[in-house]
């Protein structure tokens, strides 16, 4: 698992992906990761 400082809130949108990964837990293993969107600049 990975840990991040980045703080989410309840307005904030967030997008997930999600995909099969065998080879961290077998057949029924998952990917998944979160991403906050941000404004740049």
Do not use: N
Not at 16 to 36: E, F
């Amino acid at each position: 698992m990975f840990e991040s400082e980045v703080e989410v809130g309840e307005g904030d949108q967030i997008i997930t992906l999600s995909t099969c990964d065998p080879a961290t837990a077998g057949k029924d293993g998952r990917l998944v990761v979160h991403g906050k969107l941000v404004k740049v600049g």
